[in-house]
């Protein structure tokens, strides 16, 4: 049952924390992602789409999918794509949508060994109580060859732009989510979460670590978002 009453995971990341967080937040949650983001979120997709480079026949999943708002856009490609997500409340808000879905521990996937030609995750990353293990378990579910790409927020590359969106992030995102969202605390949350999460380089060098290969990214609207990409060797 998701809870609909104000509430925000702390950022150890107690997993039933942010799975609740995310019930209580699933409602609403793809107009408020839209109206923080001023409408890039819909650009962010597209670009994570053409970073996959799917094509027609592939397998993918999309990890910590949501409403699957992002796995219908991958499915443009003829892929096959798969939504999962941990927040049974963020399913079951985008049932809707003629994606296959499944719930799923980002830690513990429940997909034998080289299964997917692509595997995503789009702002989901830094939920988890152990990003590390998350990684290398995309790693598993890969084909030889496969590949994984990230999309999450990051560090603005210009410094005066910085200091605003951090400023933004910490004082305009928990107001302007009040207005739109059905849980607004979570915001607080979130804007903490990216603060605390690495840049662009950290990351990279992480990927690196658990096990993918050729690890590059690309930063979008100034490096509020980085895709990430690496390769599973054959």
Excluded at 25 to 36: E, G, H, M, P, S
Excluded at 95 to 111: C, I, Q, S, W, Y
Excluded at 191 to 203: F, M, V
Aim: contains cysteine.
């Amino acid at each position: 049952m998701a809870k609909t009453e104000s509430f925000r995971a702390s950022l150890d990341k107690q997993p039933h924390e942010v799975a609740s967080m995310f019930d209580g937040v699933a409602k609403r949650y793809d107009l408020t992602n839209t109206v923080i983001s001023a409408g890039q979120d819909r650009y962010w997709r597209w670009a994570t789409r053409k970073a996959l480079a799917l094509r027609p026949g592939e397998r993918v999943l999309d990890l910590a999918a949501g409403t699957g708002v992002s796995t219908l856009e991958f499915s443009k490609s003829g892929a096959w794509c798969v939504a999962a997500d941990f927040s049974r409340g963020m399913l079951d808000a985008g049932r809707f949508r003629e994606v296959p879905m499944v719930a799923a521990d980002g830690t513990r996937l429940p997909f034998a060994d080289d299964s997917f030609d692509a595997v995503t995750i789009s702002y989901g990353l830094r939920n988890f109580s152990d990003p590390d293990l998350a990684m290398r378990e995309m790693l598993r579910v890969t084909k030889p060859g496969g590949r994984l790409v990230i999309a999450e927020f990051s560090t603005p590359v210009f410094g005066p732009f910085r200091t605003v969106y951090m400023e933004y992030l910490m004082r305009a995102l928990p107001v302007v989510a009040r207005a739109v969202s059905s849980n607004p605390d979570a915001y607080v949350y979130l804007a903490e979460s990216i603060r605390a999460w690495p840049n662009q380089r950290q990351l990279a060098l992480r990927m690196a670590d658990a096990g993918w290969s050729s690890v590059k990214w690309r930063n979008l609207t100034g490096g509020i978002v980085a895709l990430h990409r690496g390769y599973k060797l054959g």
